[in-house]
């Protein structure tokens, strides 16, 4: 789960429009124990979409009037809710938000379908907007997504050769099944390889809270926050990591590093020592 700032710091966006998305009922935030909101991964791939069609100039009331009409329906089968809007293809045509499926487009708020513009055999304009129709239509045979299993592995190949690539299916592997800690790890490891280490660390903080025991995430997320120069939080997130992994030298020699530039030279010593002796063990 996400805080409010966080999400505002990884998707560029001002308190005040996050807030009206949340007043606009966009969103399906939790709180913690002591009341604060936070936010799902589904939430911000939401927050995404939102902003990707803000970019397009259409104005944000209309934004989220789209969406929230969208979610109330099952446009394209991809499933009513926030869920089934997050899965979907959104794009704009002037001032009109579109719902994508291949070659089928629907008008978000009206929920009609949408027809490119054309003559007719008697020369007379077709019509470009038809209604829907409450009987279902039968959707034309494609070729079925591949499986997760098969995405983890392509995004894993491609890491080395085509970065990009790999965070798409990773980013495509979170869209349908957001619990997939080890997805979270290897994109937030892309991201951070790519400067963007807000992004990173809301991804090792995602697999943090879905497997608390996940050493590597822990261990990345301290490497991210001191990088952002956080350096408190590095020390927790390393000795979390070593909490999980006590033979990661790494962990400890960093939080070696932070225990002296913080005036706790014991510390320091003390996780130094350990360092020595795993490299000697190896």
Same mark, same amino acid.
């Given at each position: ?67 929230? !009409?969208?979610?109330? =329906? ?8 926030? &869920? /089934?809007? %997050?899965?979907? *293809? +959104? $794009? ?114 995602? !697999?943090?809270?879905? =497997? ?8 990345? &997320? /301290?490497? %991210?926050?001191? *990088? +952002? $120069? ?53």
């Amino acid at each position: 789960m996400y805080s409010v700032r966080d999400a505002c710091a990884v998707l560029g966006i001002s308190l005040g429009r996050l807030r009206s998305y949340l007043r606009g009922g966009l969103l399906v935030p939790k709180r913690d124990e002591m009341g604060k909101i936070q936010l799902s991964f589904q939430d911000l791939v939401v927050l995404r979409k939102a902003e990707g069609l803000v970019a397009l100039r259409i104005p944000p009331r209309r934004v989220r009037t789209a969406l929230r !009409a969208v979610a109330e =329906r099952d446009l394209g089968g991809a499933g009513s809710g926030q &869920a /089934g809007l %997050a899965r979907l *293809d +959104l $794009g704009s045509e002037g001032d009109t938000v579109v719902v994508r499926d291949g070659n089928k487009r629907w008008d978000a708020i009206s929920g009609q379908a949408l027809l490119a513009f054309g003559t007719s055999q008697a020369g007379a304009p077709e019509a470009s907007i038809i209604p829907l129709t409450s009987e279902k239509s039968t959707p034309p045979a494609s070729a079925p997504a591949p499986p997760v299993p098969e995405l983890y592995q392509q995004a894993m190949a491609l890491e080395a050769t085509a970065p990009e690539q790999a965070r798409a299916l990773y980013a495509t592997i979170l869209e349908r099944e957001p619990d997939c800690v080890d997805a979270h790890v290897n994109l937030g490891r892309l991201l951070h390889e790519a400067g963007d280490v807000y992004a990173a660390l809301l991804h090792y903080r995602a !697999a943090l809270s879905l =497997r608390p025991t996940e050493a590597t995430a822990a261990f990345n &997320a /301290g490497v %991210a926050l001191e *990088d +952002l $120069g956080a350096n408190a939080d590095a020390i927790a997130a390393y000795l979390r990591a070593i909490e999980f992994d006590p033979h990661n030298a790494d962990a400890h020699y960093n939080v070696a590093r932070l225990f002296e530039q913080t005036g706790q030279p014991d510390l320091a010593v003390r996780h130094l020592l350990l360092y020595r002796q795993l490299l000697k063990a190896k």
